[in-house]
């Protein structure tokens, strides 16, 4: 969709020909248009007239002052490219994005390709429980990564496409992350309990791994929120399912340990049926 200004923009940076940094009676404003940044310099009026295609804002003061240090120490060209991919996210998604994802994701990219030039290892942990659990988002970060092979002709590993994700994730979800970290790191964590209890190696590329991931997730919104299941078979797989369920405590103690709360048994029962599908599975 484009805009019309409703009054006249005054240029105070051109990050690229299609990004660019404006005034508007005090306030600042991140524009993003084809071309628009094209022979265009500092102190520059824009036209009432000119159509762009997207307005970001900095409303919240802190993340105004973040971005302006941040614009004093990134280079120009890879804050544009950065806010070309918060466009493309922005436009995937149809909706609009926390504005801290202009500080966060730009300085993200920023320290990773620093550390890409001095030739350290990206590890992510969690690059397949990222994955597993925000499918949207991990397919976007997978665009975006592209955008910034192509653009700086440089080749990222595929664990940037996990912490991307996180970062769309969070944007989404009112600037927030910590919950996302915690569930990549129960869920791995969870995941090697099983592992080694059993003995056996869980193919992250499986329905059932899929499934019980997923369980995972809602298993610790549910505990936060306070909000349990019922499991009216609890008895039935107690006695099936004895070693999967005594396992299945295990995790849940660890669940109650992380979180701080307690684990009824309705969801031990739940998670018992995920344990025996992976002994079968293997």
Do not use: W
């Not at 299609?18 to 005090?26: A, D, E, F, I, M």
């Not at 009432?48 to 993340?63: A, R, Y």
């Amino acid at each position: 969709m484009n805009f019309l200004f409703k009054a006249d923009y005054t240029i105070q940076k051109v990050f690229n020909n299609n990004v660019l940094l404006v005034t508007q009676k005090n306030s600042e404003k991140i524009l993003f248009g084809k071309g628009l940044g094209f022979g265009k310099h500092f102190g520059d009026i824009l036209s009432s007239k000119t159509e762009i295609d997207k307005i970001f804002s900095l409303d919240d003061k802190t993340n105004y002052h973040n971005f302006k240090e941040l614009v004093t120490t990134v280079d120009n060209e890879l804050i544009g490219l950065c806010e070309e991919i918060i466009f493309m996210i922005s436009k995937e998604l149809n909706e609009d994005l926390n504005e801290k994802i202009h500080i966060s994701l730009t300085d993200h990219i920023a320290f990773t390709l620093k550390r890409l030039k001095q030739n350290d290892e990206i590890i992510n942990p969690f690059l397949v429980e990222t994955e597993t659990l925000y499918k949207r988002e991990f397919e976007i970060a997978k665009k975006a990564v592209s955008m910034l092979e192509k653009k700086l002709n440089i080749i990222i590993p595929d664990g940037e496409i996990g912490f991307i994700t996180l970062h769309i994730h969070s944007a989404r979800n009112n600037g927030k992350l910590s919950n996302t970290i915690k569930y990549a790191f129960l869920s791995n964590s969870i995941i090697e309990l099983i592992e080694d209890s059993l003995d056996l190696e869980i193919d992250t590329g499986s329905i059932d791994y899929a499934r019980f991931i997923t369980h995972i997730r809602f298993a610790i919104e549910r505990l936060i929120n306070n909000t349990p299941i019922r499991n009216e078979l609890i008895d039935v797989i107690k006695k099936q399912y004895s070693d999967s369920y005594t396992l299945a405590q295990k995790v849940c103690n660890l669940l109650a340990s992380e979180l701080q709360l307690n684990v009824m048994e309705d969801e031990v029962a739940y998670i018992a049926v995920h344990i025996e599908k992976f002994k079968h599975a293997s």
